[in-house]
């Protein structure tokens, strides 16, 4: 499993000066000291919003891809986790393409956390029949909200839904069926390396979707479209704003209310 120190900060550049990133961080978590903007990750959500102001282009997340490449090399059995955005990013219809482009670059196998996300699913509704009286509760199906509630609003976590996130159901499962791989999950976004740390992770990396486009096209893979799929996951619409909640459906006794953004 990689270990790291810092998830995101900022390369040493010459700094502008221009505070964009303290100006646009919503939690405050940006210092600049000697003219270097710096990131404080005791209270960085990593929701990268620094990073999209950033005139300098400054971004540097933990990349654990070379850790990737070692363990493929050692003959490690790694299998890869995508997160249901993979299907908006790369135009497909499906995984079936995108699975044999990742075996070219060494994946044993590539699958759909889609899977995760109906484990997911029925975990929540399991929690909520339990629960007579249930009050306030607030979905933790993203990583930055996790972070900005434990970080911030620490007098509501005993608010947040108690369960696994998508990734980690997702990485149960496939090791139940690998049980000697190593799990890569590929995100849309940084936030989910935050999960790394927690105890119970089943995750052995993280990276970006973006980090695998630049990957395929550094080793001169493409994807190729492949014949329809047998099965089409309708959990795939946890990707989309207001999915969790659809997904769920009516409970007895619960009334949802979805929202977007940290607002």
Request: charge should be positive; glycine fraction near 4%; charged fraction near 25%.
């Amino acid at each position: 499993m990689q270990r790291f120190q810092s998830i995101l900060q900022f390369k040493k550049v010459s700094c502008k000066n221009c505070y964009k990133c303290v100006r646009n961080c919503p939690v405050k978590a940006i210092r600049v000291h000697d003219h270097q903007a710096r990131i404080i990750e005791s209270q960085c959500i990593y929701c990268e919003k620094c990073i999209l102001v950033c005139p300098q282009d400054a971004k540097e997340e933990q990349n654990m891809i070379p850790a990737i490449c070692n363990a493929m090399e050692n003959k490690t059995q790694v299998i890869a986790s995508l997160h249901p955005a993979y299907l908006a990013r790369f135009g497909v219809t499906g995984i079936n393409g995108i699975r044999e482009a990742m075996k070219k670059l060494g994946f044993a196998d590539a699958a759909d956390a889609a899977e995760g996300a109906s484990l997911m699913i029925s975990q929540y509704r399991a929690l909520f029949a339990e629960q007579k009286e249930p009050g306030i509760m607030i979905s933790s199906a993203c990583p930055v909200i996790v972070q900005l509630v434990k970080k911030h609003y620490p007098h509501l976590l005993g608010n947040l839904v108690q369960s696994a996130s998508m990734m980690q159901f997702h990485a149960s499962y496939l090791k139940k069926k690998y049980p000697k791989a190593e799990i890569v999950y590929v995100s849309p976004c940084i936030s989910a390396m935050s999960e790394l740390r927690d105890s119970g992770n089943e995750v052995d990396y993280v990276i970006t979707l973006e980090e695998l486009v630049q990957w395929m096209k550094k080793e001169g893979i493409s994807i190729i479209e492949k014949e329809p799929e047998q099965i089409a996951y309708r959990s795939r619409e946890i990707a989309i704003a207001d999915g969790l909640t659809d997904l769920l459906g009516s409970v007895k006794g619960i009334r949802r209310l979805s929202v977007s953004g940290m607002e």
